[in-house]
Every structure is written in structure tokens, then in C-alpha cells.
């Protein structure tokens, strides 16, 4: 059974830095993309950052240049840190596979960014 688990999430003031982890299990880690999604109160739930089995990675145009995704296949662990964090970042953070498949949503980790 596939299963992701997000943790690093937190309160923070703006302008200050966090370091998501996402541990993965039951899943071929190395051989798939992974995304990290959130979903801010009241919108739907968006890709934020993805990261291709060879570790090129891509970001919504609202994170460009201030969170950066990355993977450590060895201990199957997709992290997104993120810097400069603005108000508008606050949402519930979710990693799943890229395409995200909906069986396989996590509890997500809360980042909360102070004004």
C-alpha cells in the first residue's frame, strides 16, 4: 500500500524558511515523479513543485525562486524547501506521486505564514 508522509510544516513570520519532508513507502521510490501539492483554505488544491526520475524539477510560477524541490532516492524522501515564505504560502503542504493519484493523498503537513 502506498503511503506518503509530510512533516516540517509550522509557523513561521514572513520572509523566514521551512524544510518539508515527505517519506515514501510501498512504492518503486526511484522510478516515479513526485509533486508537492497545497491547498489553502477555501481554494483547490494546487501543484506547487515536481521532480522527475531524473531530477529535473519544475514550480508554479507563484514559488519560482523560492522553494526548491529535491529527492533523496536512498532513503525515499521528497523534500521542498522553501524560503522567503509570504502569507500567501500559508496552506496545508501534501507530496504525492506526479500525476497525483487520489488514493494516495497523506494527512499533509499545516505551514501557517505570519504577516
Known amino acids: 500500500q502506498v503511503q506518503f508522509v509530510e512533516s516540517g510544516g509550522g509557523l513561521v513570520q514572513a520572509g523566514g524558511s521551512l524544510r518539508l519532508s515527505c517519506g515514501a513507502s510501498g512504492t518503486r521510490f526511484t522510478f516515479n515523479a513526485f509533486g508537492w501539492y497545497r491547498q489553502a483554505p477555501g481554494k483547490q488544491r494546487e501543484l506547487v513543485a515536481r521532480i522527475s526520475t531524473f531530477e529535473d524539477t519544475s514550480y508554479a510560477d507563484s514559488v519560482k525562486g523560492r522553494f526548491t524541490i529535491s529527492r533523496d532516492n536512498a532513503k525515499k524522501v521528497v523534500y521542498l524547501q522553501m524560503n522567503s515564505l509570504k502569507p500567501e504560502d500559508t496552506a496545508v503542504y501534501y507530496c504525492?506521486?506526479?500525476?497525483?493519484?487520489?488514493?494516495?493523498w497523506g494527512q499533509g503537513t499545516q505551514v501557517t505564514v505570519s504577516s
Open positions: 504525492n506521486k506526479y500525476p497525483h493519484i487520489d488514493d494516495y
